[in-house]
């Protein structure tokens, strides 16, 4: 059980475009989810968390316009990097919160951003 | 600000020996902490939680401790195999939102 789903796993696209990643929980439901970004040989860094039918809350430092975040059921969110450039070329992890157990995070297995 | 710092950004052993990897979080007091595996190119594994009321877990071959005075959190991995090669990532609670705070993680090899 508490499985994630990410799709795509790898993504490259031209600057100036935008790109969707979905994440899903496949077999409980996540009121709450999380979006995370990771550099080579860094940690995990929250950009926002997405509650079910309200606005995502963004990390001082993301900007909200760029990264557009829609929680719009239990199982599903999705995260759209508008008008991409290549520093925003980045390994994207999302999370989900069991809504029973409420501790427990699980983790998708991650999308690959490249953006030439 | 809050800190979480893991004490060596890679840790060899041999393997049959137990892996000992530390977790120490400065200018807060979590309610909880979860350890989690992470391998290249992949999202990070659920390994185990423990809340500050519990001093120690275990899971299998995985024990967790958890000093809230020490502000300390061991991670044991008893019989280590090769298998047993990742990244290792301490994630205590604490994020306003309930999300988690990572450290940079301990790079765990063990040699055959």
């Known amino acids: 059980g508490a499985v994630v789903s990410q799709h795509p796993s790898r993504v490259i696209c031209k600057s100036g475009t935008s790109v969707k990643i979905e994440c899903r929980s496949l077999d409980f439901q996540a009121t709450t989810m999380f979006w995370y970004r990771q550099f080579p040989k860094q940690s995990l860094m929250l950009m926002a968390t997405s509650n079910e039918g309200s606005k995502a809350t963004y990390e001082q430092g993301v900007e909200k316009d760029k990264f557009l975040i829609n929680h719009a059921s239990l199982t599903l969110s999705t995260l759209t990097v508008t008008s991409a450039h290549p520093e925003d070329s980045s390994f994207y992890i999302c999370s989900a919160r069991d809504s029973r157990t409420v501790y427990e995070q699980y983790f998708g297995p991650g999308t690959r951003l490249t953006v030439t | 600000s809050q800190k979480i710092e893991q004490n060596s950004e890679a840790l060899n052993i041999q393997e049959g020996k137990t892996a000992t990897l530390t977790c120490n979080y400065t200018n807060y007091s979590p309610a909880y902490l979860q350890w989690y595996r992470q391998d290249p190119g992949r999202g990070p594994v659920f390994l185990l939680l423990i809340r500050e009321n519990e001093k120690e877990k275990r899971k299998e071959r995985l024990k967790v401790t958890f000093d809230t005075t020490l502000k300390q959190s061991l991670f044991h991995i008893t019989a280590s195999q090769p298998a047993d090669s990742a990244t290792y990532l301490c994630?205590?609670?604490?994020?306003?939102?309930?999300?988690?705070?990572f450290g940079k993680g301990t790079k765990l090899s063990v040699k055959p």
């Open positions: 994630a205590p609670s604490g994020g306003s939102q309930g999300n988690l705070i």
